[in-house]
C-alpha cells in the first residue's frame, strides 16, 4: 500500500489484534501502526468494538481507538448508500449478514479508504461495488 494511503480496519481485524491472536491480521495492525495516520476508523467500526468489549477491556480499548483520525458518518449520504450497497448485494444472489457491513463499506467508498477486513460479506460486497477498495487478510 502506497505511503499515504488510509486503511480503515473493520472489527473482524481489530479482534485479532487486541486479543493478540498470532494471525496476518495482527501481523498487519502492528505494521500499520508503525507508520504514522495510516489507520483510520469510523463510528460504526467503534460502535461495534465497544459493544463487544468486557468492562476490564474498555479503557484500553477507548484509548487506542481515541489515536487515529475518524472517518464521520454523512447520515444524508451514507445510509443510502449503504441501502443500496444492500440491495445490490442481493441482486446479485447473497445477503449481507449485518447491515452495519454495508455502511462501513459506504463510508470506506466515499472517504477513499482501503478496508481491511477478515469478513466474507465484504467480499460479497467488492463484487458488486468496484469502488470498494477492499484487503481481506484471510489467514489460510
Not at 495510516?38 to 481515541?66: F, K
Not at 449520504?77 to 444492500?86: G, K, L, M, N, V
Not at 472517504?111 to 469502488?131: C, F, Q, S, T, W
Amino acid at each position: 500500500m502506497p505511503p499515504e494511503q488510509r486503511c480503515l480496519i473493520d472489527s473482524s481485524v481489530w479482534i485479532d489484534f487486541l486479543r493478540k491472536r498470532a494471525t496476518r491480521a495482527r501481523d498487519l495492525v502492528v505494521e500499520l501502526a508503525a507508520q504514522p495516520k495510516m489507520i483510520v476508523t469510523s463510528e460504526p467500526i467503534v460502535m461495534e468494538l465497544l459493544a463487544g468489549a468486557n468492562a476490564e477491556a474498555l479503557p484500553r480499548l477507548e484509548r487506542t481507538l481515541a489515536g487515529f483520525v475518524n472517518l464521520g458518518v454523512d447520515p444524508a449520504i451514507d445510509f443510502r448508500s449503504a441501502a443500496e450497497i444492500s440491495r445490490a448485494v442481493r441482486a446479485d444472489g447473497h445477503r449481507v449478514r449485518s447491515s452495519m457491513d454495508c455502511l462501513i463499506a459506504a463510508v470506506a467508498v466515499r472517504h477513499k479508504a482501503v478496508l481491511i477486513h477478515k469478513d466474507v460479506d465484504y467480499v460479497r460486497i467488492a463484487e458488486v461495488v468496484p469502488e470498494l477498495r477492499a484487503e481481506a487478510i484471510f489467514d489460510s
